[in-house]
């Protein structure tokens, strides 16, 4: 993947806030580039470009080889983190980290699910997905788009958890095999109609007292 991957990006010198919208109203999106114990340096890269790495299979978890304009050499890198517009979620800056492809490094692989459950097919279950990706640790030229679990045996009240997901030999999963990954769950029963009046209540039975009232007692006059 990182033969094939090349992003072309500018290193700048001017930063600052100011720089940026400068710079992102020029069309391009500010960046960062750091890792491995070597000085962090500022770049410029094109949404476009971006935007076609993402969409890739292997989305964040691309190996690139940046290329630098003007400088004839490259460096394997990711995708670390992306800003977005909090209104238009378009990228706003983006920061790449260093990679050694010779060094094992960790990373969030997504599940893919395969198959129906009989559960679902012929028990009127529900699946529901509860966990959607797994950390592992690998070396960058080996990390997987994504790992797939079969669940198309589960019946209800079953589940799938992390230690049945299949990986490859060299590969290392961190996340805990404990961890439910999916499960056919019974439907919940329709709630029962609210009642829109309560019952009125019984009327307290009235207490008829015997004999004649007495009127209260007067107060003695002040002399």
Partial sequence: MSDTIVVEVEQRSDTGKNAAGRLRRAGKIPGIVYGLDRPPFSVAVSPRRLTEVLRLETGKNTILNLSLVGQDRTRAVMIREIQRDPVTELPIHVDFVRVDLEKAITVAVPIRLLGTPLGVKTEGGLLEFVTREIDVECLPGEIPEHVDVDVSELH????????????????????????????????????????????????????????????????????
């Fill in 156 to 223: 209800i009240n079953q589940n799938v958890h992390v230690s049945d997901v299949k990986v490859g030999e060299r590969i290392k999963v961190l996340t805990s095999m404990d961890t439910i990954v999916a499960l056919v769950a019974v439907p919940k029963e329709e709630a029962a109609p609210v009642v829109e009046e309560a019952a009125a209540a019984p009327a307290e039975p009235e207490v008829i007292k015997k004999g004649k009232e007495e009127p209260p007692a007067e107060k003695p006059e002040k002399s």
